[in-house]
C-alpha cells in the first residue's frame, strides 16, 4: 500500500491535480476502497484496488509531465518564431537579388 501512497504523492507534487484530475481522483478512491478491504480483511480484493490505485496514480504522473513537456515545446516554439521576426527585420533588404 506505500507503494500506491507514494505514487499518489509524486503525482500530486507533479501536477497531477491540474493535468490528471479524474486518474488521480481514480486513484485516491482505489486507495480508500483498498483501505477498507484490508478492515474486511479482503486482502486479495484490496492487493488488487492497491495495484490499480498505482497505476492510475502513475498514469496521472506521465500525463502530468507530458502535458509540461508540451508546454515548454509550445514556449520554445514561440521563443524561436520571435528570434526568426528578430533576425528578419534586422536585415537589409536584399535589393532584388
Do not use: C, H, W
Request: charged share 35%; glycine share 4%.
Amino acid at each position: 500500500m506505500s507503494a500506491a501512497r507514494s505514487a499518489i504523492a509524486e503525482a500530486d507534487q507533479s501536477g497531477a491535480g491540474e493535468a490528471a484530475p479524474l486518474a488521480l481522483r481514480n486513484a485516491r478512491q482505489k486507495l480508500e476502497q483498498a483501505e477498507r478491504a484490508i478492515e474486511n480483511e479482503d486482502y486479495e480484493t484490496a492487493r488488487f484496488l492497491t495495484d490499480q490505485a498505482q497505476v492510475d496514480a502513475e498514469l496521472a504522473e506521465a500525463k502530468a509531465r507530458s502535458a509540461m513537456a508540451t508546454t515548454a515545446v509550445d514556449e520554445l516554439r514561440e521563443s524561436i518564431r520571435v528570434l526568426r521576426e528578430e533576425i528578419n527585420r534586422s536585415r537589409p533588404n536584399s535589393g532584388g537579388r
